[in-house]
Nanobody
Framework: QVQLVESGGGLVQAGGSLRLSCAAS????????MGWFRQAPGKEREFVAA????????YYGDSVKGRFTVTRDNAKNTVYLQMNRLKPEDTAVYYC????????????????WGQGTQVTVSS
């Protein structure tokens, strides 16, 4: 019932910035908490950031806290991930998820997922 499409990935040099977008279908977008996860080759899926349905609460993984910012615009059915001071270790496929709530730092909290967008940071 919910489809998510990520965009904004690409190739950037270390120290640069990117902004990812996740566009959701349907009129019920504002009912969902939204999260970002990433997965690099040979590594487990890692929690990046999450935001509550109202935007009043945000959460970040330790590896990105202070560099990344998650926001949402419910009128546009879109969640964003602003990534600053990028490092080569940020290279991964980034996935957007939508869920009804709970412990948002784990993937099982999310019912729907996008196809992912590649972020590559060169040194």
């Amino acid at each position: 019932q919910v489809q998510l499409v990520e965009s904004g990935g690409g190739l950037v040099q270390a120290g640069g910035s990117l902004r990812l977008s996740c566009a959701a279908s349907g009129r019920t977008f504002s009912s969902y908490a939204m999260g970002w996860f990433r997965q690099a080759p040979g590594k487990e899926r890692e929690f990046v950031a999450a935001i509550s349905w109202s935007g009043g609460s945000t959460y970040y993984g330790d590896s990105v806290k202070g560099r990344f910012t998650v926001t949402r615009d419910n009128a546009k059915n879109t969640v964003y991930l602003q990534m600053n001071r990028l490092k080569p270790e940020d290279t991964a496929v980034y996935y957007c998820g939508a869920g009804e709530g709970g412990y948002l730092r784990v993937g099982v909290a999310y019912d729907y997922w996008g196809q992912g967008t590649q972020v590559t940071v060169s040194s």
